[in-house]
């Protein structure tokens, strides 16, 4: 059997830390872009509401100059949605973007939900990796069973996190 030098697990670790922390930024950068076009397509969406939903207008611009999407959908759906002093065309197309505003805000809750998971599951394992690196290298042998299992784990956790990272670009990349 080969010997193993406890180098090896220092570079390995602190690859896998940085790569992923690498990655995440990149991530991040890639998400952010896409969900503030996202908002900025809901702000579209809720301009037409407000000039045309039965319900409080006031109450509408409050909640769109705050940013508060789900709260304009949730009063313009208990208005009826359907405004008495709008044609039925202009009715069809608020409706239109109503919908279009839903399937947006969303898209939006779903990517802040995948990305807070990454976030999480990245931050798990880059502190897995600081923490086995030390504990490999001084109170282990380099070449014991644990000390080769705790250097799969890590790389396994590694793993997911990179696949969760595509599923998440996959998800943000999405029309």
Sequence with gaps: MHEIDAAVYLTTYSTLASTLAGAFGFL??????????I???ISYCAGSLVAGSPA???RLRQLQSSGKWDEIVKL???AGQQSPDQSADDNRRMDEQFQEMRRALA?????????SQAMYLTGFVILASIISMPLTVFFLD???PVAMTLLSLTIISAMFCIRGYFKLMLTAVEP
Aim: aromatic share 4%; proline share 3%; glycine share 4%.
């Design 76 to 78: 313009h759906a208990l």
């Design 142 to 144: 380099p070449n014991s």
């Design 28 to 37: 991040v950068a890639v998400v952010l872009f896409v969900m503030q076009g």
């Design 56 to 58: 409080d207008r006031h």
């Design 39 to 41: 908002n900025t397509h």
């Design 107 to 115: 898209r939006l809750v779903t990517l802040r939900h995948a990305l």
